[in-house]
Every structure is written in structure tokens, then in C-alpha cells.
């Protein structure tokens, strides 16, 4: 059974593919906005905190289910279960994981279609296409279906190739790219006029903003999405770990990756707004607020790289191209949810499954594209900000709770004989256990209110 599942190959290879998939439009461009309004350093700071106390324990935990049971969270949450309601409750989290992931791809596309529009565009407006570009940055419907169906299609043929040939692979080659990107578009703009205003904003802490409740709340909801978690992205990759991996280290390096790739997109995206700035680009309301992330980003950013003349045009390049890599490493992993368990469970063919999924988010995508004012907030909110704080609850319950102590040392041992002398094996399993769920409830109660 075990020997026809993909399986990473090498410890390098799943970290490319799990920090592949943490790595998306949230780090590059959620994490550096939120940071910006929310008093900077200091919301950093916060992030920090909730990202390696909260984040990174809920991260082990679908983790280490996954790689426990070697399925998909349909079956491997069945498997924890010692009951028969225990095992229904399990079977339908898993199922509603996978609606999750695939309705959080639906949006996702929708966005990651727009970055690659406007990255083409630069090309376009290259080789003195102006028409093409207009067309292509214009908010059309046409631009819209035709941007996300392509970035569909990309991420369907990833998925249709397996893990060691399409995630790994392509994780693999795209990580290091995106990281380069984002290193020469860092040290470009620090040079620019108006960048140090940025980076001050970035580095004193305005502690009065960042303690508020809401804010760390907020801090919270930000970095369970950027580490894709809840609703079974994490667990199902774990599953394609082999038992010699060390889960504490792996899921470490993972969530460093994560959360080292936010802070260096916020060298670029602060000093990048104030630059504008200086440029004369307005970049705050009458009322000294931020303007909102969605329309910095692509009217923001844009009219930047136009005050820079043909440079800006380069620069807008890389920038749009490194977007859109960042949203392939995370799509996948979205895609691989629903088509795991159909290859698994069902028995169909991979490139089938990967191909009929796509197509039914594609969709979806459509559908809301087609209602984009009634139906994209409400698809992103229902998704990130209800069900998969709630999803990853159910995990930690799993965890904490259903599994047996002994038995989850157990799988630990497997890459890691000495755990149970180290300070992961003291704090984290109580810590799944109470305070992960106390909190993730605290979150859903506020989101409720
Ligand atoms: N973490 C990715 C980002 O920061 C998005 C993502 C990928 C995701 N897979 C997911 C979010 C699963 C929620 C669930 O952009």
C-alpha cells in the first residue's frame, strides 16, 4: 500500500514543497499590508510570537497525523478514531477539509490569474504591445475567466504528474527562483528614493497598535493561512514523508521558511509603497488609513513602476512573475487535497482526477467571477476566516485527545529515537491538547461576533 503512494524523496524536496505551499500571495503580500497598518515592528513581533506558539504546534500536529497514517485526512482521521462517532466526526472533517481547500483554491486562482496578467503585461508593454497590456491590466471579465483558467492549467499539470515529478520537482526548481526574485527586488528598491521611510514604518514598533485584541487575533487568522493549515494541505504532505524524517526539525524548517520569506517581503513591499509615495502615488485615504490591500497592490504598485519609466516596467516584470510562482507553490498543494483522496479512496486515475477536480474549481472560480461583488468576499471569509481555524481544531483534538500518548510518541521515535528526553516531547503534546483549541475557539468566537 504504502510503496504505490507518492512519497517525497528527499528531506529537501518536502521542504521546498511544504514551504512551497506556506509561501504564497499571503507572506508576500498579506503579511507586509497587514504589517504596514497594523504599527509595524511591532506587529511583527506579534506574528512572531503566534506564528511559533500557535502556528507551528497546530503545523506538528497534521503533520504527524499524516505521516502516521500515510493517507489522505479522510482515512487517517478515521483511523485515530476509537469510536464510531469519533470515526463519522473524523471521515466528515476530513471531507469538509477538501471542499475547503478546493473553495479556497477557487478564489485563490482568481487573484493568482491577475498576478500573471499583469506579469504578462510587462512583457507585452516590452515588445510594444500597449493595446494587449491595457487589456490585460484592465478589470474585465474576459481578462479574469482567461487569467484564472491559465493559472488553472498550470497548476491541474502539475498536480496530474505526482508528487515526486510534479510537487516536488516543480517546488523545488520554483523555491530557490522566488527567493531570488525576491532578493534582487529587495536590494533594487532599497536604493530608491523614499525606501528608508518605508523601512523606518517597518522597524519601530508602534506597540499601542499591536496589542490591541483584534490585532492579535488578526495576527493569528494571518498566519494559519500562511502556513496553510485547516484544512488538510499540511497533513496530506506529511503523508508523503517517509518515517526516517525528523517531524519536530522538518516542520521547523518549514515554518522558518514561512515566516523568514514574510519578513523579507516586507523589505520590499513597505520601502515599495513609500517609494511610491515619494513619487507622488497617493497610498493613504483622506483619513491617513493605508488604502486597502487589494487596491494597493494593483493600482499601488502599477503606477509606481510607471513613474519609473522603463526600468519600472523590468521591476514590474520580476514582481508579477515572482507573485505568480509564489501562488503556483501554494495552488498545488490546495489541488493535491481533494485529488489525493479521490486517487485514494475511489480509485481513480490521478491525471484524471487532478483534470475533473480542476475543472469543476475552475468553475466555481467562474461563478464567482461572474458575482465577483456579492460572492469573493463572502468565499474568502467562510473559508479563512470560519472553517479553518474550526478544521484545525478538530486536528488538535485528534491529536490531544483521541490519539493514544503512547502511541503518538510512537511516531515521533520514528525519525527521532531521543524525543522523549526533549523539550519538543515536554511541551507540545498538552500544549495541542489545551491550549491550541482554547485558543483557536477564542478566535472563532470573535470571528463569530
Ligand atoms: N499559505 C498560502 C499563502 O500564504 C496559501 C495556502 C496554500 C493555503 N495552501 C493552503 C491557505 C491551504 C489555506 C489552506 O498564500
Known sequence: MASARGEFSSRFGFVMAAAGSAVGLGNIWGFPTQAASNGGAAFLVVYLIVAFTLAYPALMAELIIGRHAHANAVTALRQLSNTAPQRLIGGTTGLIGLVVASLILSFYAIVAGWMMAFCIASLATLAGADSLALWLTDFSLERNILGMVAFMGLTVAIIARGVQDGIERWSSRLMPVLLLTLLLLVVYVLTLDGAMDGLRVYLLPDFGRAL?????????????????????????????????????LVGGLVTGVDIGIAVLAGFLVLPAMYVALHNGVEIFTAGGELISEDT??????????????????????????????????????????????????????????????????????????????????????????????????????????????????????????????????????????????????????????
Open 212 to 248: 490591541a485584541p483584534d490585532l492579535i487575533l488578526k495576527a493569528l487568522g494571518a498566519a494559519f493561512f500562511s502556513l496553510s493549515l485547516g484544512v488538510g494541505t499540511m497533513l496530506i504532505y506529511g503523508s508523503y514523508l517517509d518515517d526516517r524524517q525528523n517531524l519536530p
Open 296 to 449: 494597493l497592490i494593483f493600482t499601488v504598485l502599477p503606477s509606481l513602476f510607471a513613474s519609473m519609466g522603463i526600468a519600472g516596467v523590468v521591476v514590474s516584470l520580476f514582481f508579477f512573475f515572482l507573485m505568480s510562482i509564489a501562488a503556483l507553490t501554494s495552488s498545488i498543494s490546495m489541488l493535491e487535497v481533494p485529488v489525493a483522496y479521490t486517487v485514494e479512496n475511489h480509485g481513480v486515475r490521478r491525471k484524471q482526477a487532478a483534470l475533473a477536480i480542476g475543472a469543476c474549481i475552475g468553475l466555481a472560480s467562474t461563478l464567482i467571477l461572474l458575482n465577483f461583488e456579492t460572492l469573493f468576499g463572502l468565499v474568502v471569509a467562510v473559508t479563512t476566516r470560519y472553517s479553518q481555524p474550526l478544521i484545525g481544531f478538530v486536528f488538535c483534538i485528534y491529536v490531544g485527545w483521541i490519539w493514544h500518548r503512547d502511541q503518538l510518541l510512537q511516531e515521533l521515535r520514528k525519525g527521532n529515537p531521543e524525543v522523549a528526553r526533549g523539550l519538543f516531547w515536554k511541551i507540545w503534546p498538552w500544549w495541542v491538547r489545551v491550549v491550541c483549541p482554547l485558543i483557536i475557539l477564542a478566535i472563532f468566537a470573535q470571528s463569530l461576533l
